[in-house]
């Protein structure tokens, strides 16, 4: 089987608290590395502690118990080459194609597959 991935880029965290979220992280070490907005206007956080990197988004639906993390976001070279190995592989893409949002200088693009365990695995280049 072809690797698709190269290593991880980061954890998805949801949260209905911003602020709070901020705090935690911050005190734990991690740094701010970039704030935007999402597909939804949500507020979108980056926080970054060596090579360890938090996505955290508020979407004013999180759980907030064990276990609410929402995705772990994998390093792709070519994302287009790993959509095809994903459809090649019949992994279950949740959403219709190759997604593009506006993160970091030049954007992202992804595409989100479904684990064994219903786990959402994001497959993403940093363009």
Known sequence: MEKIASGVQHIGIPT????????????????TVLSTHGKSNEKVIFFRLGNLTIETYENQSAVGKTGAIDHIALDVADIDKAFAIAMTNGYQILEDGIQFLPFWDNGIRYFIVLGPNGEKIELNQIM
């Open 16 to 31: 209905n608290n911003m602020e709070a979220t901020t705090r935690f992280y911050e005190g734990l070490g991690f740094q």
